[in-house]
């Protein structure tokens, strides 16, 4: 499972780093929601909010575990569409069932980071991940929490790398093969985020 990075964004911001989602946030938006019982290969469009996670502050920390092993055994991925970065999504636990905001193996293409995601985690700890912000979103939107790596990096580094994505991103659910790609995790090709 994932920790995750929320905070005021802009200069002098303050960022916090919070562990596993369970924060209440002012929105409950259902929007912030896909289904998760019907599956299409048609290309979707919409915005997300994006934080970042990383080797460092995983949980456990220090670790690469992940909770829905699709394609990776571990957190993991170059951003290619055959190997997509891990991505954490909010869920809801009633009872002992679990549904995940979008199914496990869902891929993902996310054009400001050119990297290519896929459902592998989740985002939310304790027995109700439903009541936070991993799963009602921020400001409306969905709130994903994709893996920036790390491993090879010093936990300051991957801190900063989750702080640099942290924000509003436009996504692709179900993307065809061909978008650009900036091939390798995203810690070590520096967390670049593109106006394009």
Not at 22 to 43: D, K, L, Y
Not at 79 to 93: E, F, K, Q, R
Not at 116 to 128: F, P, W
């Amino acid at each position: 499972m994932t920790r995750f990075l929320t905070g005021l964004l802009g200069p002098g911001a303050l960022v916090l780093t919070l562990a596993g989602c369970n924060v209440s946030t002012q929105s409950q938006s259902s929007a912030a929601v896909q289904s998760t019982t019907s599956p299409t290969s048609t290309e979707q469009v919409f915005n997300i909010y994006l934080t970042g996670y990383s080797y460092w502050d995983n949980t456990p920390p220090a670790s690469a575990e992940i909770s829905k092993p699709v394609i990776h055994r571990r957190a993991g991925g170059s951003g290619t569409y055959n190997d997509p970065i891990t991505i954490a999504v909010g869920h809801v636990i009633v009872g002992s069932r679990q549904t995940l905001d979008y199914r496990a193996g869902t891929k993902f293409y996310l054009k400001r980071l050119r990297k290519y995601a896929i459902v592998e985690d989740v985002c939310g700890d304790g027995a109700r991940p439903q009541d936070g912000p991993c799963h009602t979103g921020k400001n409306g939107l969905p709130w994903m929490d994709i893996y920036v790596d790390g491993k090879g990096a010093s936990a300051r580094e991957s801190t900063q790398c989750a702080y640099r994505i942290t924000g509003t991103h436009p996504i692709i659910m179900n993307p065809r093969r061909d978008y650009p790609v900036e091939a390798g995790a995203l810690t070590a090709t520096g967390c670049q985020v593109y106006s394009g």
